[in-house]
Structures are given as C-alpha cells and as structure tokens.
C-alpha cells in the first residue's frame, strides 16, 4: 500500500473516529445510537468507494482499451493515422503478421468503436472513427476528474 493511500486511509479513519466523539458528547443521543450514525457512515462511505471503484474500472477496462492493449493494433492505427483509409491488402504489406491476422486485428478494432469499415466490391476499406475515439476519451476524462477528488483529494500527498 502506497504512502499516499495510508495517509488518506487514516484521514478518513481519523475523522470517522472524531464525529463518534462528537456524537458521544451531545447528552441527547445514546451510546447505541452514536454507533448506530457511525455504522452507516462507514457503510456509506463503503458504498461510495465502490461504485467509483466500479464505474472508473468498467471504463478502463472496455472493450476500447482492450482492443488498444496488443501492440500490434497500435501499429496498425499508427498507420491508419498516416495513410488515412486503407484496405487490408495494403495495411498487412507492412507489417511481418500473416495477413488472416492483421484482418483478425482489424475486426477486433471495428467491434471496439475504433474503426469503420466499408465493404467495396471484393475490399474492405477501414479508417479510424475520430468522433468514437474523442468521445470514448473525453468520457473517461471526465469520469476522472468527477471522482478523482473522492479517492484523492486535493493536498493528500
């Protein structure tokens, strides 16, 4: 665990354990109903982390960068990003893979968002899908930056 994670860990606990003193003090409240707020603060809490926890790990882990994940695909977008839109044909001439693979690679990209095809005649034309692409990323951006304060607040490191 990470210096930074310990520090926010024990903030949190530290100010978990000041509101249950807090609590005890007011002479209205009883003991089991001081517990009884500071359960269900931490439950709340709980509930929190996960659903970040969740949202942020089902964003990055999307089928968009899975696709992004081989090397390859990454070679073959660099080279969408040069040429433009280009059949198979010409997209396998430069790299070393078998081109059933490069086609394999291509459709995995398509089925992600990355690319569009387009069928002509007997070839099968792709280029990338800008608009997904900047979409997908700007939604992970702003993802981040909602829930980023929520794991790590401004000043804890």
Not at 45 to 69: G, M, N, R, V
Not at 70 to 95: M, T, W
Not at 152 to 157: E, I
Request: with cysteine; glycine share 4%.
């Amino acid at each position: 665990m990470s210096a930074n994670w310990k520090c926010i860990s024990f903030r949190a606990t530290f100010t978990k354990i000041l509101e249950l003193i807090f609590c005890l003090m007011k002479k209205h409240l009883t003991m089991c109903k001081c517990v009884h707020v500071y359960i269900n603060m931490i439950a709340n809490t709980t509930l929190k982390q996960q659903h970040i926890t969740e949202e942020l790990a089902a964003a990055l882990d999307s089928k968009f960068f899975k696709a992004l994940s081989e090397p390859v695909r990454v070679q073959i977008l660099k080279y969408l990003i040069l040429n433009g839109r280009s059949d198979i044909a010409a997209i396998a001439k430069d790299f070393p893979q078998d081109r059933s693979m490069i086609s394999r690679h291509l459709q995995l990209m398509s089925e992600a968002g990355i690319l569009k095809s387009q069928k002509i005649t007997r070839h099968m034309f792709y280029e990338i899908d800008g608009p997904f692409v900047l979409g997908t990323l700007e939604g992970i951006v702003e993802k981040t930056k909602k829930y980023l304060p929520a794991c790590c607040p401004p000043g804890s490191s």
